[in-house]
């Protein structure tokens, strides 16, 4: 299954690339593209906690499943529309809502299926070959979609992604299936009733609402910093393309070395200590960026970052989430630390946007605060710091007492 998911994400990342060219291609317009963004972005977000729901109600294996399968059937069609130079403008938006909807059930899948692969003890080095594949994906991706697009053109390109879904789904069957159990019927009502339950098991979970809140802020600070802020910081050094390039390689760089770091060594066990001391490093190093000197400093302090938050979050805060949170839970709780993602990272583009237009630096003091203030209050909160990374405590679904759950590595 890691092999079929990382070919995926190749797959993805690569189509990035091929989808913005397409775009801009068919319409000439950059604005058609961020039209056929929005496509895949709205219902992405609007349909976040139904996926997480249908998840637990079915299987992790089932939706990925299905999820892959949707996806590569639609690209397929969109690779004989452009071998037929008959892509228009809509088809290219009808695509888009069917992928962003297909991805708002995939995601929260693709977060809770680990259990059921590995035994308890893994799941840290499982959750980081994930993140070593993705990270590998993101460096390989593009540079393959580029060249697939400039050497064999776009239906090959598209039927590429096509092929890497449905690798994706043939590799998902090595899942376990998961047994029967008889189930109310599926309706609306139901769906709405399994939500509202992963919203109780949220607010009575201390540690869901810290992880909501650590999510929360790192979106805000994260896409507009990432989005708008290097590129524009790249334009205050010479050859701005070449150096926003050596930024985000680095950054890039880290993030993979740091996932390795956690597949080789393992996580350690006080992870609430790790986590608040890099979302206030994060914070620090957020307002030092937009004041350095030379482009190098940035590169290196992007490079460090990267791996410190590749092994402090994106390895160890699913793993927490799946030695936590009951696994009959896991979808509702995966889509709903998902959310803030799709939510504010919209606001925090535009947010950056315009404090950019006034300068610079303050966009870059402004992306450090939301991490500073989460990180400084869960220091002295005193519970955030007791936090390992596989064990904690969390309500029943009935609302009884809290369940003490083993530690793991």
Not at 48 to 57: E, F, P, Q
Request: include cysteine.
């Amino acid at each position: 299954m890691w092999g079929g998911e990382t070919v995926s994400m190749v797959g993805d990342a690569s189509y990035e690339v091929v989808l913005a060219v397409l775009v801009l291609s068919v319409t000439g317009s950059p604005a058609a593209l961020g039209v056929v963004m929005l496509a895949v972005t709205v219902p992405h977000g609007a349909l976040l906690l139904v996926g997480g729901a249908i998840t637990d109600r079915f299987s992790p294996r089932t939706i990925m499943l299905i999820s892959h399968l949707v996806r590569g059937t639609v690209l397929a069609v969109l690779a004989v529309l452009a071998a037929a130079g008959a892509v228009t403008l809509w088809h290219l938006l009808v695509i888009g809502i069917v992928i962003g909807t297909a991805e708002a059930f995939f995601h929260p899948a693709g977060a809770s299926i680990l259990p059921s692969l590995v035994s308890r003890e893994d799941l840290p080095r499982a959750n980081a070959l994930l993140g070593a594949g993705e990270q590998a994906a993101r460096l390989v991706g593009p540079v393959l979609g580029g060249l697939l697009m400039a050497v064999a053109g776009a239906p090959i390109a598209i039927g590429f992604n096509a092929f890497t879904f449905l690798v994706g789904a043939a590799t998902v069957l090595a899942a376990p299936r998961r047994q029967a159990e008889p189930v109310e019927q599926l309706s609306a009502k139901t769906v709405l009733r399994e939500i509202t339950s992963g919203f109780a098991y949220a607010r009575r979970s201390v540690e869901v609402r810290i992880i909501l809140l650590l999510v929360g802020a790192a979106t805000l600070s994260y896409s507009g910093l990432f989005g708008v802020g290097l590129p524009t910081l790249s334009q205050n050094f010479g050859n701005s393309a070449v150096v926003l390039g050596a930024m985000l390689s680095a950054w890039g760089l880290g993030q993979l070395a740091g996932t390795l770091s956690a597949a080789a060594f393992g996580l350690p066990r006080r992870w609430g200590v790790l986590i608040v001391a890099m979302t206030i490093a994060e914070g620090c190093s957020f307002a030092v960026l937009g004041f350095v000197p030379h482009y190098l400093i940035a590169v290196v302090l992007l490079a460090v970052l990267g791996f410190g938050v590749a092994y402090s979050t994106d390895v160890a805060l699913p793993t927490f989430v799946q030695t936590t949170a009951p696994e009959t839970m896991l979808g509702r709780v995966n889509s709903l630390i998902d959310l803030p993602r799709a939510v504010l990272s919209p606001l925090s583009l535009a947010a950056f946007g315009f404090l950019a237009a006034a300068g610079v630096r303050w966009a870059f003091l402004a992306a450090a605060v939301p991490m500073l203030l989460v990180g400084i209050g869960l220091a002295l909160s005193g519970h955030a710091t007791t936090l390992t990374s596989g064990s904690g405590t969390d309500a029943d679904l009935d609302g009884s007492a809290d369940q003490s759950v083993p530690q793991s590595t």
